[in-house]
C-alpha cells in the first residue's frame, strides 16, 4: 500500500501500476481458510486493500473516461490519489475488523473482542513501511479507538457495516464536489456491492 509524496514522476507511474494490480491479482489467488486470528489479519489487510483501491480506481475511470490515462503524466494528480487511497483504505481496515469481530462474537461464540484492537493495530504498524502517512495515521488510530468504545457489537455485523468506508470513498475521491454529488448513490453502491463479495468470502472461509 502507498506511494511516496516526493517520488519524481516516473516512480510515481510504477508504484501507482503495482499498487494498482497487486489486490487485484491477490484477489485471484486460491482462497485460504481462516483459521486463527493471524489468517483474519491477513483476510482483512488484503480484502480491505481490493475495495478500496478497485472501488477509487474504478469510480475515477469511469468518471475520466479517455482522460483517465493522463493522470499518469500529472504528479499532483497522483499525490491526491495516493492521499485518497490512504484514506479510504484505514476506514476500510475498521469496518472490516468490526465486521469480522462482530459475526464472530455472534455467530461463533467467540468473544475476545479486544482482538479487535490488536489486529487493527498489527496492519497499521506494518504499513509504515509503505510510508504511510502520519497524518493518516494518527487520524486513523483516533477514529479507531472512538469507534471501537462506542460499537454495538451483537448488532454491528447486521446494521450497515460497511457505510463508513463507504462514505470514505466517496469523500476522498479527488473529483469535482459538483461531480461527485451527482455520483453519490453510485458511489457508495459500487463500495458496498464489493463488500457484499467479501462478506460472502468471510462466511464461506470461516474455519476458528
Known sequence: ???????????????????????VLKYFRPK????NFQD??????????????????????TRMGAKYVLMF????FLGSINKAKWNIYVVSIQDLIFYSISYLKENNNMHDIAKAKEIFYEI???????QIPNEVF?????EF???FQDIDWINYYKDLPFNSSALALYEWSPIAEELKTLDREI????MILKWDNVKKDFKELINF
Do not use: C
Request: charged share 40%; net charge positive.
Open 138 to 142: 494518527d487520524k486513523a488510530s483516533k
Open 73 to 76: 503524466e500529472d504528479e499532483i
Open 145 to 147: 479507538d472512538q469507534r
Open 32 to 35: 485460504k481458510k481462516i483459521s
Open 40 to 61: 483474519l489479519k491477513n483476510f482483512v489487510k488484503e480484502k480491505s486493500a481490493w475495495v478500496s483501491q478497485v472501488t477509487l480506481y474504478g469510480y475515477l475511470k
Open 124 to 130: 497499521l504498524n506494518e504499513e509504515k513501511k509503505n
Open 1 to 23: 500500500m502507498g506511494i511516496k509524496y516526493k517520488l519524481k514522476l516516473k516512480d510515481l507511474k510504477l508504484e501507482y501500476l503495482i499498487d494498482y494490480f497487486s489486490p
Open 187 to 190: 458511489v457508495l453502491n459500487s
